[in-house]
C-alpha cells in the first residue's frame, strides 16, 4: 500500500514494507555504489538508535573543502565561497518542506557528515596540524527515496520525495530500494563471519604518536590546567592500517565487534568510505525539542562477570570521572541556551552508566526547546563541535588540540547522521569511526585529560576505546586477556 502526504511543496510517498528484513543485508548490494548511505542501530533502543535509513543515489552532494562548497547535482557542479554553515543554511531552505505527521523520522533530505574541522568556521582556532587525507571537511547527499525501518516496532517504509528529480528516477530508486528490501526479508541470516570478507591488516598497525610521545602530550595539557588556562581536554592518537577485503565487510565486522546505536556507513565514491559504530548521541531536533548526550568516563569490560561488575562499579564510584562529566555537561548546556527558549535547558539525566560490547560509559542527557526563528543550522552553529570531544572552556581547549595533535581530526569527533527537509535533525558523535581511503584504513580514540590525569591510564584508554576498530580491520594483538597492545 502506498499512502501520499500532500498539503506540501512536494509530495512524499509511503510504501509499507514487511518487517524483520535485515539492514545490512538489504543495503549489501548497493554499498560499493557512490553516494550509498546507511544509518544503523547495532543495539536497538526505544530512545536512541531506534531507526535504521539507508538510501542511494544522491540527488545532489555538498562536499566542503576549506571556504569552498561543490554542489553537484544533474550533472553539474556549482561552487559556492564562503562559510559551509551559510551554504548548508541556504541549501536547506531552498529545499524545506512543511513538517507531517509520517510514521517514520526521515522522509527525505540530507545523510553524511560534518567533520570536526568544520569548528574553525564556528571558533577562531589557529591551523597548526596538517592535513593528510582526502576526506572533505563536509559531505552530504540529498535523497529524495529512502528506507525507513523501527528496528523496535518491527516495521518498515519506503519513502520517495518528488519535486527533486524525474518521476522515473525518484520510482527507480523506490523500486530498487524495496526490492533489495524484500529479497533480505525472505533471506536466511548467517554468521557474520561467513558474511563477510576475512579482512587482515597486512602492513600492522602505526599511530601519530608514539607511546612516549602521547605521554608527554598528556603531562603538557596537565601544566597548562595546573596553570589555569584550562580545565579539561581531549587528547587522542590516530590509527592506521592497511586491510585486505572492502569497506563494507569493514563495517559489518565493526557493528559485529562493537554494536552501538548510532552505527553508520557512508560510500563517498573515489575509494573512500566511513563506517562507524558511535555510542554518542550529538544532537537530536524532533520538532522543537532538543536533546544532547555526552559521554565522560570509559571502563572496559571484564573478562569475567565479576570482574566486569567491578568495573562497571568503579566507574560509578569515581570522581573523577563524574567530574569530567559535569564539567561537559555545563558546557552543553550554555551552548544550547544559546538557541534555546530562555529557562527550556534542563539536565534530565545527570549521570548513568551504559554498558557496550567493549566498554562501560558514562553518560548525561541534556534537553531544551529550540527558540522560534532558530532551525538546524543555528543549533549546528551553538553547538559544534561537541564539548565532549573537545574540553572545557570550548575554544581554549580547540587550540590545545591543534597544538598537541600532529594530525587534523577529519571526520573524527565531528557528527554523522541527517538533517530532515522538515527541519528534523538526527546526528552522533563521529567517535568509534573508520575511515578508508585508497587501501589505507584509520581510526582514532581519545579521552579527556584533567588534573589528577595518570598518562599512563590515559594512554591505556585510548587502546580499550580502540579494541572494536582493531578487530574490524584484523589489527588486533593480544595478552592472555585478549585486549589491544601497542605495536608502534
Known sequence: MTLIARGQRNPLHLRRLPGGADP??????????????????????????RHAIWAIRPVAVLESHGSTTTIRRGGRAERRDGNPFDVLAAFLAEHRQAAADLPVPFAGGLIGYLGYDLGRWVERVPERARKDDGFPDLWL?????????DQVAGEAFVTGREGMDSREGLDGRMGALAE????????????????????????????NFTREGFLAAVRRAKAWIAAGDLYQVNLSQRFEAVPAGSPYALFRRLCAASPAPFASYLSLGGGRAVAGASPERFLRLDGRQVETRPIKGTRRRGATPEEDARLRAELEASEKDRAELVMIVDLERNDLGRVCATGSVEVTEARTI???????????????????????????????PGGSITGAPKVRAMEAIEDLEPTRRSVYTGAIGWIGLDGQMDLSIAIRTVL????????????????????EAEYEETLVKAEGMMKAVGGREGGDDGRVRERI
Open 24 to 49: 545490512l543485508a538489504a543495503f549489501a548490494p548497493f554499498a560499493e555504489e557512490p553516494g550509498a548511505v546507511l544509518l544503523h542501530s547495532a543495539e536497538p533502543h526505544p530512545r536512541f538508535g
Open 354 to 384: 551504559e554498558t557496550y560490547a567493549q566498554v562501560h560509559h558514562g553518560v548525561a542527557t541534556v534537553r531544551g526547546t529550540l527558540a522560534a526563528g532558530a532551525g538546524p543550522v543555528e543549533l549546528l552553529r551553538a553547538a559544534f
Open 436 to 455: 578508508t581511503e585508497r587501501g589505507r584504513v584509520t581510526f582514532q580514540t581519545g579521552g579527556g585529560i584533567v588534573a589528577d590525569s595518570d598518562p
Open 180 to 207: 533489495a528490501y524484500w529479497g533480505a526479508a525472505g533471506a536466511e541470516t548467517r554468521e557474520i563471519a561467513e558474511r563477510c570478507a576475512e579482512i587482515a591488516a597486512g602492513g600492522g598497525v602505526t599511530s
Open 141 to 149: 547527499g540529498m535523497y529524495d527515496a529512502a528506507i525507513c525501518a
